[in-house]
């Protein structure tokens, strides 16, 4: 094995689920570099005098981290990633340099801190979820380049999207919720004027088939002229309607990745019989036909959901039911936000995937291994905290009641 980076976890921002944080990570960088980089990488846990980190390392032992790998790229994006450091060895003994990964990001942080309110999803576990979905998709490629086209089919006020602009991306959301499309178009237009941002926008109505479905807004930004006349342009569109609308509104096949955050019991909701329905499985069962047929036949989905109030196993049912496959396990990202929210993340894809068998291959090498304590090195003190373990994972390359952010 040779060992190239090794990762230093970023503290959790959110204190109640801090004893979580370090499987979430270890699950995360396996199925993100894992489907990017497949069998030849193997992420493990480790301590460093007491700290814990993420040790990424190759089966090749020729292997180095040339000027055209994505590796930085990849580990620079990861939600957990704080300081990355690069193995030396001097006179047997092994020192960690301080290593420079890539700035990925196209925008500051304000754009995904500076709105707040009760229920906001926490940051990091917004970029947890966009970076696995997008490790599902045979185009997962695109959220390096900006080429990933991104919906968040129950946006609420935003969180997503702004992670998308971020990182760079031209992301589509919708919201049944009018107030929170207002606010999120408000927050916006603010921050892109504050921020000296070339940008130009429009609001319409919404209309299909002489039917008013809500509103539809249109963002387009740029950092400068320079990248505005490149054509390095970046498109927002925000639309103010029902999820399950949406089939008739975007085109089919269109989308790469779907990240959603389900509604943990009573925010959002999903007409049915002209009547609001708040049950989380009944808005699924009425949006993943919809979501199926705009989602490319090798896109991913990473759906967040609250196991009190959509059990895992209901909600894996229901999507096998509208042509999707669960590719994560019961319970693998499965961390207590609060009383009333066990949270769990679910990985599916539509069963007609083209790389199916790789994905199914990646999923069980990652579920296969049982628990082991985070591994010190030698001299260190014995390893105080444990995390989730499991091998490579190898892929062939081809309101509510929750608290502020959580």
């Not at 921002?13 to 980089?37: D, F, I």
């Not at 929170?180 to 178009?185: F, G, K, T």
């Not at 959901?305 to 999507?319: D, E, I, W, Y």
């Amino acid at each position: 094995m040779t060992d190239l980076l090794s990762l230093l976890r970023a503290p959790s921002a959110n204190r109640v689920y801090a004893a979580q944080a370090g499987p979430l990570a270890l699950a995360e960088a396996r199925w993100v570099l894992g489907a990017h980089h497949g069998p030849s990488l193997a992420v493990r846990p480790e301590e460093v005098a007491g700290i814990e980190h993420l040790r990424i390392s190759s089966r090749d032992p020729e292997e180095r981290i040339g000027p055209q790998s994505t590796l930085p790229a990849l580990a620079a994006q990861l939600s957990s990633a704080f300081a990355a450091f690069a193995p030396v060895d001097l006179e047997g003994e092994e020192l960690l340099r301080p290593a420079r990964l890539p700035d990925v990001h196209h925008h500051a942080s304000a754009l995904e801190t500076t709105l707040r309110y009760p229920g906001k999803t926490n940051e990091q576990f917004t970029a947890l979820l966009l970076n696995l979905a997008a490790a599902l998709s045979d185009r997962r490629a695109g959220i390096l380049d900006g080429s990933l086209a991104v919906l968040d089919p129950i946006c609420g006020r935003g969180t997503t999207l702004s992670r998308a602009l971020r990182l760079g991306l031209s992301p589509v959301g919708a919201d049944i919720d009018s107030a929170d499309v207002d606010a999120y178009r408000a927050f916006l237009l603010t921050w892109a004027k504050q921020g000296r941002l070339k940008h130009s926008s429009r609001a319409s109505r919404l209309t299909v088939s002489r039917r008013q479905l809500g509103t539809r807004f249109e963002l387009e930004l740029a950092k400068d002229k320079a990248a505005q006349r490149a054509g390095r342009a970046q498109r927002l569109t925000l639309l103010g309607c029902d999820t399950t609308e949406l089939g008739s509104v975007l085109p089919s096949g269109s989308v790469d990745a779907i990240v959603a955050d389900l509604p943990y019991g009573v925010q959002h909701g999903a007409r049915s019989e002209a009547r609001w329905s708040r049950s989380p499985l009944d808005l699924l069962g009425a949006a993943a036909p919809v979501w199926r047929s705009l989602l490319r036949a090798g896109g991913g989905m990473a759906l967040a959901v609250n196991r009190h109030t959509a059990p895992f196993a209901s909600a894996r049912a229901v999507l096998a039911e509208h042509g999707f496959t669960v590719l994560s396990r019961d319970g693998e990202f499965r961390h207590r936000v609060d009383q009333s929210i066990d949270r769990d993340v679910i990985l599916a894809v539509r069963s007609d995937h083209p790389r199916m068998a790789a994905l199914q291959e990646l999923a069980d090498s990652i579920s296969s291994s049982p628990l082991e304590p985070a591994a010190s090195r030698p001299g260190d003190p014995s390893p105080t905290t444990t995390a989730a373990s499991a091998p490579s994972a190898p892929l062939a390359a081809a309101p509510d009641e929750r608290t502020p952010d959580v």
